[in-house]
């Protein structure tokens, strides 16, 4: 069995049966649905095929989904948080990663792929391309992903075990929402201003929003010009 490539349209499943590309209005994702007979992607399937392809897929409970590919300001900013905790976690337990480890949400049996996510424990590998625990996940949120970044998956990643701190980062607008559990409850907090400093309590690690976001257009025209004086002032 083999996904389609980005610009196919459909995924054999066997011999009879096949699979047509549809877009998923509600979490603007593509979505893979039967054309004539109800058959389900198995997760046996799924990993064997997942494994043999560069392409992305997300995977629930029988359906599965193609990832869209980032664009240059999404990867720009999942690069740089990235970038800070490479360098903050050097030489410690705690490993970031981008985008390219699989997360397995047990719970619901989800496959998923986050922006940025940050691994602690070595018990969380189930194989040395997928985990099934996290402290930290990141999200760039997008026009066609922010509905279900903030919706379906949150809620599935809440019962990721060790999950700690889930970062929505906004590429638009200067803004960085981070909700964190304490006590088996979530916190939220907003940044908005460059001055403002993502904290990833879990690790230590900080980001300035004026690093993060420098050289990035975003529709605030004004918070754009902030971002520039606070560069010049730094010269």
Known sequence: MRFPQAAGRYLALGSNEMLI?????????????QAAVQHFITEEEYLTAERQQDEKHEWH??????????????????????????????GKKCTPYMADLR??????????????????????????????????????????????????????????????????????VMQVEIYRRQ????????????????????????VTLEMLYCGIPLENSSLSRSIQKLKRHSL
Not at 183 to 206: I, N, Q, S
Request: some cysteine; glycine content about 6%.
């Open 103 to 172: 997360l397995y949400i047990e719970a619901h049996r989800h496959y998923v792929y986050p922006d940025v996510m940050v691994i602690c424990n070595e018990a969380a590998y189930l194989t040395d391309d997928m985990a099934k625990d996290a402290e930290i996940i990141v999200e760039v949120l997008s026009a066609g992903t922010e509905s279900y970044d903030r919706g379906q998956k949150f809620l599935h990643y809440q019962f990721v075990p060790s999950l700690r701190e889930y970062v929505l980062v906004s590429q638009d």
């Open 61 to 90: 409970l029988g359906e599965c989904f193609a990832m869209a590919g980032s664009m240059r300001w999404h990867n720009l900013l999942s690069s740089r948080i990235l970038a800070e905790l490479v360098q903050h976690l050097d």
């Open 21 to 33: 590309e549809q877009a998923d209005s509600r979490s603007g994702r593509r979505k893979f649905m």
């Open 183 to 206: 006590d088996g409850k979530w916190e939220y907090e907003r940044l908005m201003r460059p001055e403002d400093v993502l904290l990833f309590e879990t690790v230590g690690c900080t």
